[in-house]
């Protein structure tokens, strides 16, 4: 492919490839009507190559990178595979990510006692509410409630609502009023002492500890969407 220097025409009917001779007159190489197959010349190559491949027999090559990943994935598909959890850890699944490097998609997961508290920032719109459904959904899927409880603090308008028939589920509360919030951070607070008094006695120094030591005690974990209005709350 070479450039002539002549204006591109994009609706142009048909081309011309011509050439100057030494006299200065032009001659008309080739004369070709406008393409309407609908694919573009770089495709009509790779199909072209495509095809005499085929023929002769040569395999297609691996690809260099993996397919992009998709807008949405069901969590069951990034849960397929993962390894058995022990009894020290509570992994949950965010979603997946590429290796190009290694030609590999991974489901990306993180383990709670050891990120502990989780802060989610973002703009409006970001898929803040969406990441912590993921979360919880992910938690509640792989551990029973022996193993895992929850309460949500919904400030976004009460769509964590669909988990309150979850075993795992201790409380959710949608667009609380300040003096019902004051009630759930008592609960909240008397609930950690209980904690800790637990600990104590078991001579653990944090839940993980005690976890390996007893493991009678489920996970509590407390979900709050809409930080900034319970902040301000």
């Known amino acids: 492919t070479g450039y002539s220097g002549a ?10 490839a011509s050439i100057i001779k030494e006299d200065a007159s ?20 790779v199909s072209y190559i495509s095809e005499v491949c085929e023929k002769n027999g040569i395999c297609k090559s691996a690809k260099l990178w993996p397919d992009p990943l998709p ?22 699944t965010i ?10 998609v991974y ?6 006692y050891e990120t502990g508290g989780i802060l989610l920032a973002g703009e409006a719109g970001s898929g803040k509410t969406t990441l912590l459904s993921t979360i919880l959904c992910s938690l509640a899927e792989k551990y029973p409630p022996d193993a895992f409880r929850f309460s949500v603090l919904d400030f976004s308008g009460g769509l964590f609502s669909v988990y309150s028939k979850l075993p795992q589920c201790d409380e959710i509360l949608s667009s609380p009023s300040l003096n019902e919030t004051k009630v759930f951070l008592e609960k909240i607070l008397y609930e950690v002492q209980k904690r800790k008094n637990i600990f104590s006695e078991a001579d653990a120094a944090d839940f993980s500890e005690y976890r390996a ?4 005690l489920p996970a509590y974990v407390i979900f709050v969407d809409g930080y900034y209005i319970f902040r301000e709350t």
Do not use: I
């Open 71 to 92: 807008e949405e994935v069901m969590l069951s598909v990034t849960e397929a595979g993962s390894e058995d959890d022990s009894e020290n850890k509570m992994k949950f």
């Open 213 to 216: 030591y007893d493991g009678g």
């Open 7 to 16: 204006a591109y025409e994009p609706d142009a009917d048909r081309g011309e």
């Open 26 to 45: 032009p001659s008309v190489l080739k004369t070709c009507e406008k393409n309407t197959s609908g694919s573009s010349q770089l495709e009509a190559v």
């Open 95 to 104: 979603g997946l990510a590429a290796d190009p490097e290694n030609r590999s």
């Open 107 to 112: 489901a990306v997961r993180y383990d709670l």
